[in-house]
């Protein structure tokens, strides 16, 4: 497919509490826009499903609007429509597939219901290319930390290991709530741990013994967060001042030591050279280096978008719909639904 025929797609991210548009021709991005409703939040410490529904009716029509003036499109330029159909908040992914529908039909294309997180490794052909087949996909976000095999994108994605209680993003909100900081908790613990040490010795869940045995490919932080409560109110309830900077840098160093310890243990046993990190938690500085780091020591080459690809957006899911229209794959019918609990094997609805 030529650079002139390729799939002008518009994907719709409704998930949780970004409400993103995004544009691209086949693998090129020419926009992604995005409303934010994180303030509406922030005030109760956590995402509250109606209050994002609500800002995803409001913040829908304009962010579209916006998205084709900014890519100096028009909506009937458009080749297809996709929308995230899962997993996610109920009534946020109901917004997104109804919006989707009703373009699919206004304008008569074709609609590709797409998987919130297939798209989280698929957005990393907007910046690197496509992607090698196999390739091997830490996703690390608020709601999901997911290790995966993935042979193509567009129809086979193996689920091979996942957290069993907290995912990282939460735990890192949690700790967050706990040291006084912000919300979301990931940027601020991120910040607070550049000015402090790794000197407290926090655990790293199933990673010895029986229970890596079991869960070889999995992950638990709901004990690291725990660990890290216990031991700010040990300190308090003694009277001595809390070391925030070093609990955040101690607390990020156990979580990254095990997302990337376990992911290149998947790439060797799965022969895999090429390591995709994504998710709202792959934008952690150290998390990054990190990976960085041991992959370059295994010979495995990492593959990581930019900050702002990594949380939720539009562009993840028109590149996913992008990658769909040029491999051949059917689109859905127009009565797919929102599958709050969509698996992560099942690439499009």
Not at 206 to 234: C, I, N, P, Q
Request: charge should be negative; glycine fraction near 10%; hydrophobic fraction near 45%.
């Amino acid at each position: 497919m030529t650079r002139t025929d390729e799939p002008l797609v518009l994907g719709i991210e409704t998930s949780c509490d970004e409400t993103g548009v995004g544009i691209v021709r086949g693998g090129t991005l020419l926009v992604d826009a995005i409303a934010s409703s994180v303030d509406e939040h922030a005030r109760f410490g956590g995402v509250v499903p109606e209050v994002a529904s609500r800002a995803h009716l409001e913040a829908m029509v304009p962010t579209t609007e916006r998205a084709c003036r900014e890519a100096g499109v028009r909506l009937a330029d458009l080749d297809a429509i996709a929308v995230t159909s899962g997993p996610g908040l109920a009534g946020a992914l109901l917004v997104g597939v109804a919006a989707a529908k009703s373009l699919a039909v206004a304008l008569g294309k074709p609609l590709y219901g797409v998987n919130h997180l297939a798209s989280h490794v698929a957005v990393d052909t907007l910046q690197h290319g496509p992607l090698p087949e196999p390739t091997l996909a830490l996703l690390v976000s608020g709601g999901h930390s997911n290790l995966l095999l993935v042979p193509d994108i567009t129809h086979d994605v193996r689920h091979l290991g996942q957290t069993i209680d907290d995912a990282a993003g939460e735990a890192f909100d949690k700790v967050a709530r706990v040291l006084g900081l912000g919300f979301p908790g990931g940027p601020h613990i991120d910040r607070a741990a550049r000015e402090g040490q790794v000197v407290i010795d926090f655990p790293r869940g199933l990673t010895a013994g029986k229970d890596m045995e079991r869960h070889r490919f999995d992950y638990s932080f709901s004990g690291l967060k725990t660990a890290v409560s216990r031991w700010v109110r040990a300190k308090q309830d003694a009277g001595e001042h809390v070391p925030v900077a070093d609990v955040a840098a101690s607390f990020q160093e156990a979580v990254v030591d095990v997302l990337t310890r376990k992911a290149l243990l998947a790439c060797r046993e799965n022969g895999v050279d090429d390591l995709v990190v994504g998710g709202g938690v792959a934008a952690n500085s150290r998390l990054r280096a990190l990976a960085q780091e041991r992959c370059d020591a295994a010979g495995v080459t990492l593959r990581v978008p930019r900050p702002g690809l990594c949380t939720d957006n539009g562009a993840m899911v028109a590149a996913l719909g992008a990658q769909m229209v040029m491999r051949g794959r059917e689109p859905s019918e127009l009565g797919l639904p929102a599958d709050s609990s969509m698996p992560v094997t099942v690439v499009s609805a």
